[in-house]
């Protein structure tokens, strides 16, 4: 079965600093990858996804990931934090089951951006 | 903010009670998946429904049903209520993506229905 880890349950970083979440899957076949930010009270929404092609994704709010298969990693960078990107943020994995990408979302790492 | 809207907002119950929540799918969009996100932890998909039939189903009891119609808002239903019911549940809306495949577009999601079961 698919799982994926995020290692950290919290990140602290200053305002402009920059930014790595780490995420690890477990996948038997080639991943569907995803990336979602969820603020307080609110939805999830993607920020970027990967699924072939190059394995440097860009999304949207300067985010972007790279998928590393050798180490079976999908980690979001973002060079400088602003304050409204504290927020949670959850990996998934798409695994395909009787037709479709069925997402399993790892804990989530609360990001924390200090002045 | 996306079109998919959600009600109630916040509910509470006592366990053994049955709930239904609502899901308003964005425009254009033909298929409704649900979540349950428990407190601190990651959404756990629980089923998809495209075109009024089940398409697709979590690791979840029987007693979680849901309903899809015409116009493609859903209900997730939930009988006999239990404490570890208590969480977020999310909707979120589709269209099948590359090549008809559900899961490679875009899921748009509502704000959730936070319950509470006593």
């Known amino acids: 079965a698919q799982s994926v880890t995020q290692p950290d349950i919290h990140i602290t970083v200053s305002e402009g600093a920059s930014l790595e979440l780490r995420c690890n899957y477990s996948y038997g076949a080639t991943p569907y990858l995803f990336w979602y930010v969820q603020s307080p009270g609110q939805g999830l929404q993607l920020l970027l996804k990967y699924f072939s092609g190059d394995t440097l994704v860009q999304g949207i709010k300067g985010f972007e990931a790279e998928f590393k298969r050798s180490q079976s990693s999908f980690n979001l960078r973002k060079p400088s934090v602003h304050w409204s990107d504290a927020a949670e943020y959850f990996c998934?994995?798409?695994?395909?089951?009787?037709?479709?990408?069925?997402?399993?979302f790892g804990r989530g790492t609360s990001l924390i951006v200090h002045p | 903010e996306t079109g998919v809207t959600q009600s109630p907002t916040h509910l509470i119950k006592t366990r053994g009670q049955q709930v239904t929540l609502r899901c308003s799918s964005q425009?254009?969009?033909?298929?409704v998946s649900w979540y349950q996100q428990a407190l601190g932890q990651g959404p756990q998909f629980i089923f998809q429904?495209?075109?009024?039939?089940?398409?697709g189903r979590g690791n979840f009891p029987p007693r979680f049903s849901g309903l899809q119609f015409p116009n493609y808002s859903s209900e997730l239903n939930v009988n006999a209520l239990e404490l570890d019911d208590s969480a977020l549940y999310l909707c979120a809306s589709s269209s099948p993506g590359l090549a008809g495949v559900w899961g490679t577009d875009t899921q748009y999601f509502g704000p959730g229905t936070r319950l509470t079961v006593l």
């Open positions: 425009s254009g969009h033909n298929t």
């Open positions: 429904y495209y075109r009024e039939e089940e398409n």
């Open positions: 998934a994995v798409g695994a395909l089951t009787g037709g479709s990408y069925i997402p399993t």
